[in-house]
T-cell receptor, first 115, second 115 residues
Framework: GNSVTQMEGPVTLSEEAFLTINCTYTATGYPSLFWYVQYPGEGLQLLLKATKADDKGSNKGFEATYRKETTSFHLEKGSVQVSDSAVYFCALSVYPSGSARQLTFGSGTQLTVLP | NAGVTQTPKFQVLKTGQSMTLQCAQDMNHNSMYWYRQDPGMGLRLIYYSASEGTTDKGEVPNGYNVSRLNKREFSLRLESAAPSQTSVYFC??????????????FGSGTRLTVV
């Protein structure tokens, strides 16, 4: 089956520090990969995505590269801000498959950025 | 504002009571989903509806029922609430391009406590 494994949290960083949140996956078929962000008290928002190997998704200074050889999609940001404090979820969707319309989520990583 | 609207935002139930969580989207999306979010477990799919008139079980359907009332609305019903159903519930939808390419749009969630 499909699964996503995320780096255990919580992660606490100082403002302007470099961020990496690791994500690895197992999947049947050809997955698309996503990072979602959840701010306190809100629903999940799509942060970035990559739909094929070697694609780089980017948004708001965050980046992640789809690495098929290592089955990874690590999230990075060069200089985090207090406003980046949130929970980050890695997710995948596989097409074609019986669950083509479903996203499989990792367990989430809580990020806290201190001023 | 366009998006996914969930009601209520908060609810406390006694064990054995029933309730229906409502979800509506105004983006003309075909597919809709119900997830539950529990600490350390990420999001788990309860039920989904690939298109109007169809519903399918997800990973954790026991204790729940759903109705796809029309293209816009997808409700989740708890017939006899149990403390194990204490969770945050998210409704989501995905559009013509499919979740593989575009991911989901999420509602802001319903925080349910069963005592």
């Amino acid at each position: 089956g499909n699964s996503v494994t995320q780096m255990e949290g919580p992660v606490t960083l100082s403002e302007e520090a470099f961020l990496t949140i690791n994500c690895t996956y197992t999947a049947t078929g050809y997955p698309s990969l996503f990072w979602y962000v959840q701010y306190p008290g809100e629903g999940l928002q799509l942060l970035l995505k990559a739909t094929k190997a070697d694609d780089k998704g980017s948004n708001k200074g965050f980046e992640a590269t789809y690495r098929k050889e290592t089955t990874s999609f690590h999230l990075e940001k060069g200089s985090v801000q207090v406003s980046d404090s949130a929970v980050y979820f890695c997710a995948l969707s596989v097409y074609p498959s019986g669950s083509a319309r479903q996203l499989t989520f990792g367990s989430g990583t809580q990020l806290t950025v201190l001023p | 504002n366009a998006g996914v609207t969930q009601t209520p935002k908060f609810q406390v139930l006694k064990t054995g009571q029933s309730m229906t969580l409502q979800c509506a989207q105004d983006m003309n999306h075909n597919s809709m989903y119900w997830y539950r979010q529990d600490p350390g477990m990420g999001l788990r799919l309860i039920y989904y509806s690939a298109s109007e008139g169809t519903t399918d079980k997800g990973e954790v359907p026991n204790g729940y029922n759903v109705s796809r009332l029309n293209k816009r609305e997808f409700s989740l019903r708890l017939e006899s609430a149990a403390p194990s159903q204490t969770s945050v519930y998210f409704c989501a939808s995905s559009g013509q391009g499919g979740v593989t390419n575009y991911g989901y749009t999420f509602g802001s969630g319903t925080r349910l406590t069963v005592v």
